[in-house]
Nanobody, 122 residues
C-alpha cells in the first residue's frame, strides 16, 4: 500500500504565505515526478507545480514567482511554499506522485493525496 498525506493548509489573508507538505509512505520502490494540483470552487482540477526526481520544475503561469516546489528524495516528501497569496488561490490542494511500488514494480502509477484546503481571504 502506498499513501500520500498532505499537511499545512489553512486560512490566510491575501498577501500572506503558507507552506504545504506531502509525505509518501508504504511499499515504495521509487518515485518519479511529484507535484501539486488544486481544485477551486466550481472549477476543474489544475496543475500548480511539478518536480522531477532530478529537480526539474514546472509551474502554472498563475503561480510562477509566487510559489516554489521542492522535494526530499530521501524522505519521499514534496513541499510547496506559497507566498503573496491571492483569493483566487483558494482551493483544495492535492499532492500527486508517480510511484513504483513493490506490488507493481514494473510500472509507475499515479497516486493522490486526500487534499488540503487553502483559503485566502481578501
Amino acid at each position: 500500500q502506498v499513501q500520500l498525506v498532505e499537511s499545512g493548509g489553512g486560512l490566510v489573508q491575501a498577501g500572506g504565505s503558507l507552506n504545504l507538505s506531502c509525505a509518501a509512505s508504504g511499499s515504495i520502490v521509487s518515485i518519479d515526478a511529484m507535484g501539486w494540483y488544486r481544485q477551486g470552487p466550481g472549477k476543474q482540477r489544475e496543475l500548480v507545480a511539478t518536480i522531477t526526481s532530478r529537480g526539474r520544475t514546472n509551474y502554472a503561469d498563475s503561480v510562477k514567482v509566487r510559489f516554489t516546489i521542492s522535494r526530499d528524495n530521501v524522505k519521499n516528501t514534496v513541499h510547496l511554499q506559497m507566498s503573496n497569496l491571492k483569493p483566487e488561490d483558494t482551493a483544495v490542494y492535492y499532492c500527486n506522485a508517480d510511484i513504483r511500488s513493490f506490488s507493481r514494480s514494473y510500472v509507475y502509477q499515479a497516486y493522490w493525496g486526500q487534499g488540503t484546503q487553502v483559503t485566502v481571504s481578501s
